[in-house]
Structures are given as structure tokens and as C-alpha cells.
């Protein structure tokens, strides 16, 4: 993939380049009312090309951390549920426990006082 990268930004050069050296007569802008300043033609489509590119690049950095923000809320929550589960989890282990030892302790007591009846009689 890099190199894919490499020579897309190599032939997007080439293309500058080649192209400012075609267009080099001053052209005038007009920035604001009275303001006029004359660069060549080449320059400023490449100024033009490159605050684009910044833009673009701010833009991708903002849905990066939008993203990242709902990403992170996403998360948070999924830990909070995953949290409950696990108290939930343990508290049924508790109980069917309990449930293991009833059972056990009738048993222990049903076996004692049939003793206590054989001992009796």
C-alpha cells in the first residue's frame, strides 16, 4: 500500500511541477474589495490545491475524533453492562448455592433426628 501511495504523491508532483512550468504568466486576485495581488497562474492553483488539502485533511481529523467520541460512549456503556452481568452472574451462583446447601442441611438434620429417634426407642 505504500507504494501505491509513493506514486500517486510521486505522479500528483510530477503533474505540479510539469504544470507550473507551462503556466507561469502573472494573473491578478482579487482577495477583497481594492485588495487585487498578481502571482503566476501555477502558484496559486497550487496554494488553491494545498489549502483544499488542508481542509480536507481538518475534516478527516474531526471525523476521526467525532468517532472516537461516540466510539468511547459505545464502550463505556458496554462496560457498564458487562459489569451488571458479572453481579448478576455471581449473585445466581450464590443462590444456587444456597440451593446445594438447603438440601444438604435437611438431610444432615433428617439423618439426626432419626438417630435421635433410634436412640430414643
Same mark, same amino acid.
Given at each position: 500500500?505504500?507504494?501505491?501511495?509513493?506514486?500517486?504523491?510521486?505522479?500528483?508532483?510530477?503533474?505540479?511541477?510539469?504544470?507550473?512550468?507551462?503556466?507561469?504568466?502573472?494573473?491578478?486576485?482579487?482577495?477583497?474589495?481594492?485588495?487585487?495581488?498578481?502571482?503566476?497562474?501555477?502558484?496559486?492553483?497550487?496554494?488553491?490545491?494545498?489549502?483544499?488539502?488542508?481542509?480536507?485533511?481538518?475534516?478527516?481529523?474531526?471525523?476521526?475524533? *467525532? %468517532?472516537?467520541?461516540?466510539?468511547? !460512549?459505545? &464502550?463505556?456503556?458496554?462496560? /457498564?453492562?458487562?459489569? $451488571? @452481568?458479572?453481579?448478576?452472574?455471581?449473585?445466581?451462583?450464590?443462590?444456587?448455592?444456597? *440451593? %446445594?446447601?438447603?438440601?444438604?442441611? !435437611?438431610? &444432615?438434620?433428617?439423618?439426626? /433426628?432419626?438417630?435421635? $429417634? @433410634?436412640?430414643?426407642?
Amino acid at each position: 500500500m505504500r507504494q501505491v501511495n509513493f506514486v500517486v504523491i510521486f505522479v500528483i508532483c510530477l503533474a505540479l511541477v510539469l504544470f507550473g512550468i507551462e503556466n507561469t504568466e502573472p494573473v491578478p486576485i482579487h482577495i477583497i474589495k481594492g485588495v487585487q495581488v498578481q502571482a503566476p497562474l501555477s502558484i496559486e492553483l497550487i496554494l488553491a490545491m494545498g489549502i483544499g488539502a488542508v481542509f480536507a485533511w481538518v475534516f478527516s481529523v474531526w471525523t476521526r475524533v *467525532q %468517532r472516537m467520541v461516540e466510539t468511547g !460512549k459505545e &464502550v463505556r456503556v458496554r462496560d /457498564t453492562r458487562i459489569q $451488571e @452481568l458479572e453481579e448478576d452472574v455471581e449473585r445466581y451462583k450464590a443462590e444456587i448455592e444456597q *440451593q %446445594r446447601l438447603l438440601p444438604a442441611a !435437611k438431610t &444432615v438434620v433428617e439423618e439426626a /433426628t432419626t438417630e435421635a $429417634e @433410634l436412640v430414643s426407642q
